[in-house]
């Protein structure tokens, strides 16, 4: 799904702003046909999330609306024109000058709408129902107190099955935009390395109609290609060669621009430029090879949080997480857990960083309860998320799910007694859908290597299917509490166990300890900085002896919101290494001069 551009052939207009907006708590807007227009109640900032926006509506979220009206821009009649969400979360239904354009279920990932016939030269009425319900039948899933038999006692409130506040509304921009009635309709831009010289296959698809030639064009680091071929299809491939290619990586993020135009007589019809890297990602046993060499993945699981805006999207704060994470000598970071805002993809590819992408598919269970619901729901996201990000050089591999409950209770019974293994520690229903959405990844996406990043351990039989083995692990922090060295020990056996039962890379993608910023204890204690700063030393240190350790993500970058529980004071999660307003805690000079290598080690 290629990202709206404004240009000779494109225009595109920004509704970001203050709409009209209105709670429902009743649900009862449907039935009174506020799709074509409602009394407001209040104003809300777009994009942002709407629980930290007003005094009394924080731990809502149920149903409302939002609407705001607009003018077709001059001389954008006689074009295709859209509307496109970027993202709303949880679930969205669309309607224009009262007319039901459809609706969306998913809260991290684009959608959009012909609006073509639909819409008038001026007085526009674009009216958004967002439902952000927790459920069992959704992903992510929430309000398991309400399974039938649940095993789930509620723990936190609003009651979810992921461990970061359910944060609601219109999150993410909101675009109006142009196409020509010819136009590309996607592109897929894939690299290789032959020698010195990097292989660029485009594949070009495009809006059926008359035949067509396209031109694809290269630019940048001196080279200057372009070859023109038939479109008479709905598709075309073509491959450039670029002699002396300038690779993208870490170290250098070398872009070139790839633009794209569809002509007929000579004359252009459409156009479309895109950012592309030359480079190779791929599993050699039990290394990870990036443009064939060997990398090692340092970094952060992270969420789009911030106090106001909720998970709303703030460029200001992308400028600053990408410093700070350069400031400490990151290379990576997982999308942990879901899909992020198309600008922090961006700016990976520009900045250089390599993004484990990850779709919003955590804390799934597998119970039958809504499970064919949740399966097809994770089939959509798997799919729209490599839609969207196919092209992002800064993309190394794609994750299919965080902490799937896929172990039985005895199973785990038993491993945590004892490192104990028992036969088929999994769900079936969990083994059969990981092995279909890995298939899935693999047909969308030849090109990367796909992973499951699991709670469980050596009972997690989806490691089969995967290219790469991603653990959460909290040895020292949940289990041998208070005692980091014994956490090691344990730490230690289990990767080797892991390793054992499936020989692949393996990424530590998650540790880490809550630190109470300002809190000192000495010797180190747990919620201290100091306890911090040694539980992630130590564990770093381990894990960088291994060979087939390919890197550690530390739980967290930066301390987030999520629901009310006991284990969660002030309903924060506090395993950041920086605060939630971006201050650095003792753990944050530690890793720096672990990653910078300066720590004299
Ligand atoms: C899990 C989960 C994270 C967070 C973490 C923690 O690994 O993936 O989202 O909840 O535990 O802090 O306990």
Redesign the pocket.
Known sequence: MLYPQSNACRQRADLSGFWDFRFDPADEGLGQGWGAGFDPAEIIAVPASWNDQFADWRDYVGVAWYQTTFDLPWGWRGQKIFVRFNAVSYLAEVWLNGERLGEHEGGYLPFAFDITDRVEEAGNMLVVRVDGNLAWDRVPPGNLAGLPGAAFPTVNYPDTS???FPYCGIQRPVLLYTEPHDAIADLTAVTEIDGASGVVRVQIARTPGDPLAARVALAGHGAELSTTVALEESAAEVTLTVPDAALWSPDTPNLYDLRVELLRDGAVVDCYTLAIGIRTIAVEGDRLLLNGEPVKLVGF?RHEDFPVVGKGLLPALIVKDYALMRWIGANSFRT??YPYSEQMMDMADRLGFLVIDETPA?GLFFFEEGLEKRNRLCDQMIREMIDRDKNHPSVIMWSIA??PHTAHLEARQAYYRDLTVVEHPSRPEAVAAFKAQTELVRALDPTRPVTL?S?EGALEEAFAFVDVVCL?R?HGW?TQSGQIDLGLQYLDREIELIHELYPKPFLLS?F?T?TIPGHHAHPPEMFSEEYQAEFLAKQIHLTDEKPFVIGQHI??MCDFKTSQAVHRMGAY?Y?GVFTRDRRPKLAAHRVRALWRGEDGS
Do not use: A, P, R
């Open positions: 992921f461990d970061f699981g942990s857990h955590v965080n902490e990043v709670q959460n909290y949940y998650e880490g809550d739980w967290n999660n395993k």
